[in-house]
């Protein structure tokens, strides 16, 4: 369960992290270690590499000036590893500071609401931008791909959705859809990887034992994950993110009632 919830919620702009929060706090289940977390994290960057291996494959020829336009994917490469890096900075000086609120559900529910906010605001944004560009489509660009890494460095609280907060800086700023949950997700790659790293010491300390569950969660998150790719890739050529907020606001104070009644 906690796998197919982190598959689906990770690319889902809703907040995978608070989803692993919140489900065992309403199962009962212990909370989960956030070495399991990324584990899990792990799963679904299978997920991506699966999901975009012809671009990846792609951008590989086009580093080593292969390709059809290996100038092309340099840039973009380079604006992948521009935005990496104000999350990169965040995860080392501030997330221990932030581990605290795993272990508060209630918090959880507060930043969806505000992660519902984000997702509204951003479609409003796009429209005006559109108005004003007169429907010209942006793509990522240094300004750009720095405003979309510091949005997914604020993302580090539970609650905040990565990819939501991601996609929709990059839909405020004019890109497409589409090519901005594109962007989001080859940029999650190297801020999973740095996650991943950063527990590689409990794995090999034996803090941390690889097990059947943890073998299935695995499985299981990068399966969803990779089908929740390609649905919302589809799904956002012709759809807006506002079915995302709406589905935050109605659960972020059930969840929140249920939390309280326990």
């Keep these: 369960m906690l796998g197919l919830t982190q598959g689906l919620t ?49 951008l590989a020829r ?30 080392l000086l ?8 795993f272990d508060q559900p209630l918090w959880v529910c507060a930043f969806w609401v505000v992660t519902a906010g984000i997702l509204l605001g951003a479609e409003y944004l ?29 993302a580090i609280t539970p609650g905040i959705s990565r990819s939501g907060f991601t996609i929709a800086v990059g839909i405020a700023q004019g890109i497409p859809r589409e090519e901005s949950a594109r962007f989001s997700f080859l940029l999650s790659i190297p801020v999973i990887l740095g996650a991943v790293a950063t527990k590689i010491p409990d794995l090999t300390s034996g803090k941390f034992r690889i097990t059947g569950p943890v073998v299935a969660g695995f499985v299981v998150a990068g399966v969803s994950g990779w089908l929740a790719i390609e649905g919302l890739l ?26 309280q009644l326990q």
Excluded: M
Excluded at 94 to 101: P, V
Excluded at 129 to 143: G, K, L, M, S, Y
Excluded at 241 to 255: E, Q, S, T
């Design 234 to 259: 589809k799904y956002l050529r012709t759809h807006s993110l506002r079915v995302f907020a709406v589905y935050l606001l109605i659960v972020a104070p059930l969840a929140a009632i249920a939390l």
């Design 126 to 154: 796009a429209a005006r931008v559109a108005i004003v560009e007169h429907h010209t489509p942006a793509a990522p660009d240094t300004r750009r791909a720095l405003v979309i890494g510091a949005a997914q460095a604020l």
């Design 94 to 101: 501030l997330g221990s500071k932030f581990e605290s609120l």
């Design 62 to 91: 086009g580093l080593f000036g292969g390709g059809p336009n290996p100038h092309a994917d340099r840039r973009l490469i380079g604006l992948l590893l521009l935005g990496s890096i104000p999350a990169g900075i965040a995860g």
């Design 10 to 58: 990770e690319f889902l702009p809703i907040s995978s992290s608070g989803h692993l929060v919140v489900l065992p706090a309403l199962l009962g289940w212990q909370q989960p270690s956030l070495t399991f977390d990324l584990v899990l994290h792990l799963g679904t960057l299978v997920a991506v590499i699966i999901a975009f291996r012809r671009e990846l494959f792609t």
